[in-house]
């Protein structure tokens, strides 16, 4: 599967009511309000691959980093993690490990929790944890990652992250000559159409209603032997906990052994939003380095990039944290950086 989702996971509405994007300047202090209080250098939101990799990076920079983990990877129910080189078919809980371990041995700080405050204290920027805690730290990077919304098939979600999955990338080889079901309309599944037919020559495209695609489309996956079927969908059905297949509601049984599910992506958490960074679709806006335009605030993997796999996140991050450190130093001499 895809990245990791949301690390540092959403809060509820009622602590992000509380929640207060603002400037004011303080002078910094060991504690707030009767709370104990981390001091840090950047707050990493998230402990994902994305989060991780970027605190690994920082530390090894020698930045005091300190990790917010909500503990809970998009690709938790996945069975491996794939196109990671070095990692082929890791399970996701143990390259988990394996990550923290990494960023710990350089000194990073990981603290389970969620963030629920978040304020800008004149250069810094204090976090207030669900659980009372603080940290205090000079920058943020959030690593919140998105979640994946399966389309509304009553059976999908029992069989998430096995027999119903949804990046081609991360799954098809897997699905190679079996016969698979791609669930959805529009141009998601359309694309996923397109990379299945690489793997298999059993494919059908179910897309529970109105297909929506014009005519040329249509008659390109009439060609290439994919048939579209626009009945309604009654459930996906599973034998053993494995997929056995798909019913729709006229009662015709139609026998799968994967699913690819045209998913929505949506944020995983509402801070981005709520400290101030534009958010487009599922994505947080970022510059070219991961700057957020929100003082102090940065964007490392699939909450800026989606569609990014679990390698392309990890590569994300690693060119974020590299950014935030830059800035720093520049901060650091209060010389700055020619042509920055």
Request: some cysteine.
């Given at each position: 599967m895809t990245d990791e989702r949301v690390s540092a996971a959403p809060a509820t509405a009622t602590d992000y009511l509380?929640?207060?994007?603002?400037?004011?300047?303080?002078?910094?202090?060991?504690?707030?309000?009767?709370?104990?209080?981390?001091?840090?250098?950047?707050?990493?939101?998230?402990?994902?691959?994305?989060?991780?990799?970027?605190?690994?990076?920082?530390?090894?920079?020698?930045?005091?980093?300190?990790?917010?983990?909500?503990?809970e990877p998009r690709n938790a129910r996945s069975h491996a993690v794939?196109?990671?080189?070095?990692?082929?078919?890791?399970?996701p809980g143990r390259l988990l490990e394996l990550a923290r371990d990494d960023a710990r041995r350089y000194g990073a700080e990981i603290v389970p929790g969620l963030v629920t405050e978040a304020e800008r204290e004149g250069p810094r920027w204090q976090v207030g944890l669900r659980d009372g805690g603080r940290v205090l730290a000079r920058a943020l990077l959030l690593a919140t990652g998105v979640t994946e919304e399966l389309p509304p098939v009553p059976g999908l979600a029992d069989l998430w992250g096995g027999d119903v999955v949804s990046c081609p990338y991360c799954h098809g080889w897997e699905a190679r000559d079996r016969a698979v079901a791609v669930v959805g309309a529009g141009e998601r599944a359309w694309r996923q159409v397109l990379l299945l037919r690489r793997f298999t020559?059993?494919?059908?495209?179910?897309?529970?209603?109105?297909?929506?695609?014009?005519?040329?489309?249509?008659?390109?996956l009439r060609a290439a032997g994919v048939a579209v079927r626009e009945e309604p969908i009654a459930r996906v059905l599973a034998d053993g906990g494995r997929l056995a297949g798909v019913e729709f509601e006229h009662g015709e049984f139609l026998p799968r052994a994967a699913v690819f599910a045209a998913t929505a992506r949506r944020p995983a958490s509402p801070l981005p939003a709520a400290l101030g960074c534009t958010i487009s679709g599922a994505a947080v806006v970022t510059d070219e380095n991961g700057h957020t335009g929100v003082p102090g605030v940065w964007a490392a993997g699939s909450c800026a990039w989606p569609a990014l796999t679990v390698a392309g996140s990890a590569g994300h991050a690693t060119t974020t944290a590299i950014a935030l450190n830059d800035a720093l130093l520049d901060e650091d001499t209060g010389l700055g950086s020619p042509g920055r």
């Open positions: 509380r929640l207060a994007f603002r400037y004011k300047f303080a002078h910094d202090t060991d504690t707030c309000l009767g709370d104990p209080m981390r001091t840090s250098e950047v707050i990493v939101v998230g402990g994902g691959v994305a989060g991780l990799q970027a605190a690994l990076v920082l530390a090894r920079a020698r930045r005091a980093v300190t990790v917010v983990d909500g503990g794939h196109n990671l080189a070095g990692h082929e078919g890791v399970a020559g059993d494919l059908v495209l179910l897309t529970n209603g109105p297909a929506g695609f014009d005519d040329g489309r249509l008659e390109w």
